[in-house]
């Protein structure tokens, strides 16, 4: 209880409690990095689902039933994507199954003349790079920030906290 060994402990929870808000700061930047990500991911393939729409729209009525088969896709990975079920694995496996119905659509259409030709080739292209953006967010649900990190947190909070007993006067 001597003033050295108080000065000692000060100066060691103050190190801790630096050490704690340079982490404390590098959590947030990462979990806003994450975020920032996975919404323009989002934006990213909402923009191209709505392209591929328009895209089967203007290739005309033959392209209903893609249409749906696209719809419907794009509604089962909506619904998985934000459940809470915890096998990824299942997911990725039964969107291959309503993806992979929505991709043989677009790529059965049969083309009458150069600029269907072209949509077609354009949509399967896009429907591709959709089923790219879905797999990515898939695997992009692992949490970026370790446990034991946090526990290592949460241990040197706990030490700060405690510290501030040892050094308070005794009432």
Not at 41 to 59: F, G, P, S
Request: charge should be neutral.
């Amino acid at each position: 209880l001597s003033a050295d060994s108080k000065d000692a402990v000060k100066l060691a929870i103050g190190l801790v409690a630096t050490m704690t808000a340079l982490l404390l700061g590098l959590l947030a930047f990462t979990a806003k990095g994450t975020y920032d990500t996975r919404r323009t991911d989002v934006i990213e393939m909402a923009a191209k689902i709505t392209l591929l729409d328009n895209m089967l729209t203007a290739y005309g009525p033959d392209a209903a039933e893609a249409r749906v088969w696209v719809r419907e896709a794009v509604a089962d990975w909506i619904r998985r994507a934000w459940s809470d079920a915890p096998s990824a694995r299942a997911h990725m496996d039964a969107q291959s199954q309503a993806n992979y119905r929505a991709y043989a659509a677009i790529l059965g259409l049969s083309p009458r003349d150069d600029t269907q030709r072209d949509l077609k080739a354009r949509a399967a292209t896009l429907a591709m790079d959709l089923a790219e953006l879905r797999i990515l967010l898939l695997e992009q649900r692992v949490p970026s920030i370790p446990k034991a990190l946090l526990i290592g947190v949460f241990c040197w909070l706990v030490v700060i906290f405690l510290s501030f007993g040892l050094l308070t006067p005794i009432n």
